[in-house]
Each structure stands twice: as structure tokens, then as C-alpha cells.
């Protein structure tokens, strides 16, 4: 593979990727007024979060077992409202320990 | 630029750079593996700075694929961007000027949206500033670390660390989803709807950026339909 393609590849990904996200925030300026649109924005990040966690969630380590462990301890710990990189850390602890006693 | 919002910013912005470097980690481990040279692999999280997006693109890359197949690729898995943007945009201060918009829009990423959405408040300069410092370095100088240490990581360490992020998903949604009954729904139909995509047959032949992104307008669009959200809670996400 030569470095020409490989830099070209790069670029291409590169700005695609930056005109999806700069293009809304630049071009829509004022507040959106409209009940539907605004219930609609309200929902996407909780949809989209779901959607990306499960179940990839489940295939995020090694094997399914220390995942759903994993997984198990996040949502308890989550449940009980736990801060972000606490509910991060004992997942992968849990999931690491599961992996070497399996 | 009010030095308590951009404190605040860094402090929430941490944590992402800090689970950016274990996962970026593992795509500099991927990338140096598959035979790309290292500068490449650094080069491509400094200037994309997604996950899915990037593992995708460098399977297009190895594979000499085409410029156009690449492109159309990285916008679908990456068109989720465009709703988190366009839902920002809705939350950043009215006066912010375009030069700074398009300097944190750079750094709109599925964590770096999470946690501004959960942000109370309209979201300022200042806090926006200190909010998107340090994920790009930690995700740059985790892949760095990853291309570098290829050989010295216990794959069992490394593995275990891919956990993480969803952890992270699942502590961001929880929480709100059992306070509003419409959040839980939201949710979980969410949850069920990407299962129903992963194993069916048929649908399990949509790759997975196109399904989340379905999956998202489809139970967003409807919920909004149905359960179109009260005042008040409409002031909680502002």
C-alpha cells in the first residue's frame, strides 16, 4: 500500500466525518420552537445510547460470560446511581476477574 | 471565559479521555498488528477521533477499497453525529460564535454528547472548551501507547477494558430512565429493537451503524408521537 492512498483514505474519512457533526451546529442558530422536534431531540440520546449498548455490550470482551457479568455490575451500580467511572472500572474489574477464573 | 465553567468542563470532560486512552489503546494495537504503520494509526484518531467509524475505515483501508466506498461508509456509521449535533445545537448559547462552533463540533463524540446532555444548563463557551480539551489527547495518546506497546499488553487486560465504554453508556442512561417512566420506555425499546436487528434473520444483515441509526429516528420519532414531553422535563434537558 503506498502512502498516497493511505493519506488520501485518511483525509476522506476525516472530512466526512467533521461535516456531519459541524454542519447542524453551525447552520441551525436559533432555538427550535416546535413540541414534536423538541420531544424527538429530548429522546435521541437515551435511544441511541441503548441501541449502541445492547447487545454489543455482550461481545465486548472476550467471552460472553465476563461480559454479562460485566454488564450485570454496571447496571446494578448504575441503578443505584453511581458516578460514570465507577460504574466503567468495577464493569472491567468484574470482567477481567471473570476472564482469569474462567 | 469564566474560569468555573471551564473548570467544570475539564472535570467532566476527565473521565472520557481517560477511557478514550484504554480504548484507543486497543486500536493502536489493532491498527500496528494489522501492518499499517504507526504514524497512520495516530494520524487517523487525531483527525476522525470515533471508534466504530475508525475500525471501519482502516478494514476499507487494508483491504485497498475504494475512495468512494470509504466515504459512504464512515457517513453512515457516523451519521448518529449529525443528530447529536443537531440535538447540541439546541443547547449551546444562542451567541456563540461560528469560529467556535466549528472548533467543538470537532469533538462531538457519543460520550463527549452524553455527558453534555446531562449537563445542567445551556451549555457556554467556557464549559464546551474545557469539556472537549482533553478527549481528542487522550484518545491520540492512547492509540500512540496501543501502536507502541503492541507486544507488551496480556491480551486478557486489554480485552477486559472493551467493557468499559458501554458501562459508561449504561450509567448515563439508567439513572434518568428511573425517574421518567418515558425514558425507560425509550429505553428499553431501544435495547430491544437493536437485539430483534442483531439476531434476526434478514435484519442481522444491516451492518450496525445503519441499524442504530433506524433504530434511533424509529423509536425517537415515535415516543415523540406518543409521549411528547411535559414542560417540565423539557426544562430538566435544557
Known sequence: M??????????????????????????IRKKIKNKWIKSFLYYVP????????????????????????????????????????????????????????? | MRKQEFLQGIKDGLPIALGYFSVSMAFGLTVALS????????????????????????????????????????????????????????????????????????AITDEVFAVSMQHKGILTSSYMAGLVLTPPIGWTLGTLTGAVLTSFMPPV??????????????AIVIPPARENKNVMIASLMAALMSVIFYYAPILKSISSGWSIIIITLAVSAAMAFFFPIADEEEGQNE
Not at chain 1, 502512502?3 to 447542524?24: E, Q, S
Open chain 2, 157 to 170: 487486560l486489554s480485552s477486559s477494558m472493551g467493557i468499559a465504554l458501554y458501562a459508561m453508556f449504561i
Open chain 1, 46 to 102: 437515551y435511544t441511541v445510547l441503548s441501541a449502541m449498548t445492547f447487545p454489543a455490550v455482550l461481545y465486548s470482551t472476550s467471552s460472553f460470560v465476563s461480559a454479562a457479568a460485566g454488564s450485570l455490575v454496571a447496571i446494578v451500580l448504575a441503578y443505584t446511581k453511581r458516578s460514570l467511572l465507577t460504574v466503567a472500572v468495577c464493569a472491567a474489574f468484574t470482567a477481567f476477574i471473570m476472564q482469569i477464573i474462567m
Open chain 1, 2 to 27: 503506498n502512502n498516497t492512498y493511505l493519506i488520501l483514505g485518511i483525509a476522506v474519512m476525516a472530512i466526512v466525518t467533521y461535516l456531519i457533526r459541524v454542519t447542524p451546529m453551525v447552520l
Open chain 2, 35 to 106: 501492518g499499517l504503520p504507526i504514524w497512520s494509526a495516530v494520524l487517523i484518531s487525531m483527525t476522525n477521533l470515533t471508534s466504530a467509524g475508525q475500525f471501519a475505515g482502516v478494514n476499507i483501508l487494508l483491504a485497498l477499497g475504494a475512495l468512494t466506498e470509504l466515504a459512504l461508509t464512515t457517513l453512515i456509521i457516523n451519521l448518529r453525529y449529525f443528530l447529536m449535533s443537531l440535538s447540541m445545537s439546541q443547547r449551546v448559547e444562542e451567541k456563540m460564535n461560528i469560529w467556535k462552533r466549528m472548533i467543538f463540533s470537532f
